[in-house]
């Protein structure tokens, strides 16, 4: 599975953004797909994860409430929706999948897109 990150830029802080994680080579609806970030100096960071079906989700609480993640699989894309944006959401997000939902460690998960970058002002 090939998995394509899109969707961020810069905003001001309080603003929103929609990355999409489009996937090809496999079958999407096969896998769970997470969200993670990385911003400079730190670890890799577990957002959110969607069940294959997408009737089962599950968030970081940094994220709770702010962002969203959706799936279409009749399109092969994972959405991430965030609003209420932060400076310390500044980050390189990324999506994975995974065979199995739930999990939250990066290395759990087999296949990566290459991350979009999101830059909050204040």
């Known amino acids: 599975v090939q998995l394509q990150a899109s969707g961020g830029g810069l905003v001001q802080a309080g603003g929103s953004l929609r990355l999409s994680c489009v996937a090809s080579g496999g079958i999407f609806r096969n896998y769970a797909v997470g969200w993670f970030r990385q911003a400079p100096g730190k670890e890799r960071e577990f957002l959110a994860a969607t069940s294959w079906s997408g009737d089962a989700t599950k968030y970081a609480s940094s994220v709770k409430g702010r962002f969203t993640i959706s799936r279409d699989n009749a399109e092969n894309t994972v959405y991430l929706q965030m609003n209420s944006l932060r400076p310390e959401d500044t980050a390189v997000y990324y999506c994975?999948?995974?065979?199995?939902?739930?999990?939250?460690?990066?290395?759990?998960?087999?296949?990566w897109g290459q991350g979009t970058l999101v830059t909050v002002s204040s």
């Open positions: 994975a999948a995974d065979l199995y939902y739930g999990r939250s460690k990066s290395a759990d998960y087999d296949y």
